[in-house]
Each structure stands twice: as C-alpha cells, then as structure tokens.
C-alpha cells in the first residue's frame, strides 16, 4: 500500500488514527501490530510469511541471548547464529537469484535460479532485527519480554517500507509509556503534508524529465543538454522522493506517538563526500557505522590497509545492500574511492579561501551526481554510455529543440528543487514563526499543498516510493 494513495490517505490512515486514539493503552500495541500487519498483506499477501519467521525467530533469539550468561561462548554462539540466519534469509530472497547468474556467466555452468519475489521492506526489518541482536549481545538494551511489543517494533507500518531504521533503545521508551500531545498531531500532520508533496509534486515530476533521459540511452535523442537534465532531475527525484518517504514516516510516527530520529539533513549542501553521507540516509549509514565499521575497528587502526579494508567493508556491503546488481557494487566501490581520498589526502580541509571552499563543494556536488547516474542505470554499460554522453564523448548534438522546450517548461520546478534542497525556506520559517501572519499564511499554504496532493495522487498513475525496491 502505497502512503500518496488514495485509499491510504482516505481510508486506512483515517481508520488507524481513530482507533489509536480510542482504544485502551493496553491493548494499543497488539493493535498497530495487526494493523501494521494488514497494511504489510495488502501489497505482500502471501510474502507476509517472511516478516513472520523474522518476527518470530528474532524474539527468541534475543530472548536466548538476553539470559546467557555474559562472556560465555554460548552467549557468542546464539548471537553470530542469528545474525547468519537474518543475513542468510536477505541472501535468499534478493542476493541468490545475481549470485547464481554472476557465477554461471563467469565460470560457464548452468545452477538454477529460484522462483522468489523479493519481500517489500526486507532489507529494512532484517537490519532493524540484526541491531537488536546486536543491542542486546553488547549489553546496550534488554530483551524484549512482550512479544507483541517486540513484533511491532519490527513491523511497525510508516517505517516497514522503507525506513528509517529505527534502532530498538531508541523506540522502547514509546512502546512502553506515550501520549500524544496537540502539538505532536499537529507537528505530525504538517510534516506528512510535507512528505506528500516531496513525492507527489515534486519527486514525480522530476521523474518523467529523469525517466526520458534514461530510457533514452544509447539513442540520437539523449543529446548531452538532456543528460545533464535528466541526471539532475534523477538527483532531485531521489532525493525528494526518499526523504518525502522519510517525512511521513515520522509525521505518522508522531500521530500515533512514536519520536523518530531525522534521516535527512540537507545533503546536498554538504562540502565534501564525508559530509554528504552524514547527511543522506542518516539511519542506514549510522547503522553500518554502529555494526559492521566501529566493530571491525574503524578508524582506530594502527595500518592503513586495515583501515581501507574497513572502509571497503562498509562500502561494498553499502552498495549490496541497495540492490542486487552490479552497478550499486561499482557505486559502492565509486564512494569508497572518493572518501579515501578524502580520508588519506585530507582533500577538503586543505582549502581555506572561500573561493576554495566553493570549488571543492561544486566538486562534491559533481560527484554525487554522477553517482545517481550509476545508481539508476540498469546495467554498468549503460551508465558508462550515459556519463560518456554527458561529457560529450559520442557523435551526437549538445541541444535540440525538445531540449528547449523541456529547459523552458521546467525551470521554474529546478529552480524549486535547488531551493528546497537546501535549508533557506526552513530559516526563514524560523526567524518568522512567532509572528501571527506567519502562521496563517502557513496553515493556507499547508492546506493548498493537501488539495494539490489530492489532485495528484487520484489523478497521476501509481509510481511508488524509489526505495520500496531495496
């Protein structure tokens, strides 16, 4: 089920508030549990089984290792085997099918592939079960006793889609004991209007730009004008659709009185590729900092080898999380060459002018933007054939006249993605939101956002969030 549908907006999400709001604290977890779970069926059906097993194996492993005693190698045992059957059930279900099809390609042999849709929201609840066996094997949390509680947090139904990954010690607190105050509802409300517009406005009209540039590689009619537009259009359509996704996860978070953490942060005014990764997709790069960098040792390292090796680590797992192909292997590899760069040459910091500064982040900004190009490409030759297109490395023309029209009848909506992409509108809300008509104007432009909304998600055709996919 898709948050900017119609029966989402109008239907499921109306019903869950009302009974949230009614219903006894008792039993309100057992039932955002079975909602979460309808939620999961309705776009899942069979593929809820799944969740189920991670539900179910998950909470007593925990369990098993919560009463171990600390610094036995039973304790050791009973944690590594949970984390291999979390990793091992995301390799079956996205991992198995490329595996078996690199292996036959390079060493010529015939293993059969397995008929298996990938489960919506896996690579997500796998990670979210992974910390907290992780959690709990340190000694950072408890184990959760009540099974219903547990099986929420798993399943919890603004972040099963695609996050953010919401670590156990951080939502505890709210499964136990929360209220939902007047300004949360309306914190909550606003930024799921907020949310809805990102992907319905703004991210779904970047995507047609985006998506007649790509599905044009290859052809006379990619000229480099429209690669460039559609790379950038592709950069705004990520960015906007994920973080849209983000907002009304935590706007419906707060209706229902769970906090959640931010996962974006402005990245794309970042200074540096570093930077970028702090800001972008907060919860996941935390999480492989937290779980597999800070473990292998991180920074602290005596050899730089080890540390490369670290940050290898971090970064092809990063791009094998995001899909089974090979170009999110090469984008992965693609950041780790940038950010060692920056790590072992301490490239940024050596500019101190304000020109300087401004280069280095123009630089930055290129980076990323060729990155979203490998990310989107199907396959590795088609991204080489776009960046070369690009470039102007293929006998074709810079501009044509569709190309005008499209620069003409769109630079009002780039210019909106640089402004919203950066944190302008939201210092100025600051600087006037003790002033009254400030909040008039606000709650008009809030409401004309919802009606627009609206006539987008019945009108325009189904185009579901870019992460669903990961």
Not at 125 to 142: E, H, M, N, Q
Not at 144 to 155: D, K, P, T, V
Not at 162 to 188: C, Q
Not at 364 to 384: D, H, K, P, Q, Y
Request: hydrophobic share 50%; with cysteine.
């Amino acid at each position: 089920m898709d948050f900017s549908s119609p029966i989402f907006l109008f239907l499921f999400l109306p019903i869950v508030l009302i009974c949230a709001y009614l219903i006894r604290d008792e039993i309100r977890n057992i039932l955002l549990f079975a909602i979460s779970l309808v939620f999961y069926w309705y776009g899942q059906g069979n593929f809820i089984l799944p969740l189920l097993f991670s539900i179910l194996f998950n909470y007593v492993v925990g369990l098993t290792i919560d009463k171990s005693e600390s610094g036995k190698g039973f304790k050791k045992v009973i944690f590594v085997f949970g984390v291999v059957c979390n990793v091992l059930m995301l390799f079956v279900f996205k991992y198995y099918n490329f595996t078996v099809a690199s292996i036959n390609k390079l060493c010529n042999t015939s293993i059969s592939a397995i008929d298996l849709i990938l489960p919506i929201g896996l690579s997500f609840f796998t990670f979210k079960a992974i910390s907290y066996l992780a959690d709990i094997y340190v000694g950072k949390t408890k184990a959760e006793r009540n099974l219903f509680n547990f099986a929420l947090y798993i399943s919890f139904f603004p972040q099963i889609m695609s996050g953010p990954i919401t670590r156990y010690v951080d939502f505890k607190a709210d499964l136990v004991r929360r209220k939902t105050e007047i300004e949360d509802v309306s914190n909550g409300i606003e930024r799921l209007i907020c949310g809805l517009s990102k992907k319905l406005i703004l991210s779904n009209t970047f995507a047609i730009i985006a998506d007649r540039a790509f599905n044009s590689i290859g052809s006379n009619e990619l000229t480099v004008v429209l690669s460039w537009m559609g790379s950038i259009c592709y950069t705004f359509q990520i960015y906007f659709d994920f973080s849209g996704y983000s907002d009304m996860a935590i706007g419906m978070g707060e209706l229902l009185g769970f906090s959640c953490k931010e996962n974006f942060d402005y990245p794309y005014i970042s200074k540096s590729g570093t930077e970028f990764w702090r800001r972008w997709h907060i919860s996941l790069g935390s999480w492989f900092r937290d779980y597999v960098y800070i473990p292998l040792g991180g920074s602290h390292v005596e050899k730089r080898s080890r540390l490369l090796a670290n940050l290898a680590a971090v970064w092809i797992l990063t791009g094998v999380w995001h899909g089974a192909n090979w170009t999110f292997i090469v984008w992965g590899i693609y950041w780790l060459v940038i950010l060692v760069v920056e790590k072992f040459i301490i490239f940024p910091n050596k500019f101190q002018h304000t020109s300087s500064k401004v280069i280095y982040r123009i630089i930055t900004l290129l980076c990323i933007n060729l990155g979203w190009v490998l990310f989107r490409a199907s396959t590795l030759s088609e991204a080489w054939s776009y960046i070369k297109t690009m470039f102007g490395f293929r006998q074709i023309s810079i501009i044509n006249s569709f190309d005008l029209f499209l620069l003409k009848d769109n630079f009002v909506l780039i210019m909106v993605g640089i402004v919203l992409s950066t944190p302008i509108a939201k210092k100025l809300c600051t600087k006037t939101q003790d002033v009254v008509l400030y909040k008039v104007v606000k709650m008009g432009v809030l409401l004309s956002l919802f009606f627009v909304c609206v006539a987008y998600s019945v009108n325009v055709s189904y185009n579901p969030f870019i992460y669903f996919d990961f």
